[in-house]
């Protein structure tokens, strides 16, 4: 799943490029459904829509395709990927706040989720790696 991949796995460049903005499998058509239903209840309505294989959303520096069956993101107007890597190594105590949504085997759309809440709010985004990446054209 990563672009960077050093030899790009030698003639596998066309399936990933397929697997990470390709046509949507029937359980991210469902996401894609259960997106639409959610989106209106979210802070960040009025910052995304839903368009065929995509959450869009649009931040103050750029827009973002986020796709919706593997959670890549495009960067517009010239489709440039984004690399973010979720931290996987956070744990969370007893009296955390943050809201965790109740979407038992589907971690992609969490994944999702959390993308388009830091990417509609973009000016505040921290580290380094991505800022980079963003102000790049």
């Not at 066309?14 to 903005?21: E, L, P, S, V």
């Amino acid at each position: 799943n990563d672009p960077t991949w050093h030899d790009r796995g030698e003639g596998y460049g066309d399936y990933w490029q397929g697997y990470a903005f390709g046509d949507l499998s029937t359980s991210a058509t469902t996401r894609r459904e259960v997106l639409a239903h959610l989106l209106p209840r979210l802070k960040i309505a009025d910052r995304c829509r839903v368009e065929r294989r995509f959450l869009v959303v649009r931040g103050d520096l750029r827009t973002y395709k986020i796709h919706l069956g593997s959670g890549n993101v495009l960067m517009e107007p010239n489709d440039q990927y984004l690399c973010i890597v979720p931290n996987r190594a956070v744990s969370y105590q007893e009296g955390d706040e943050r809201l965790f949504l109740p979407f038992e085997g589907d971690s992609t759309l969490s994944l999702i989720l959390s993308k388009a809440f830091l990417l509609a709010d973009d000016t505040t985004i921290t580290d380094p790696t991505i800022v980079r990446q963003i102000k790049q054209s």
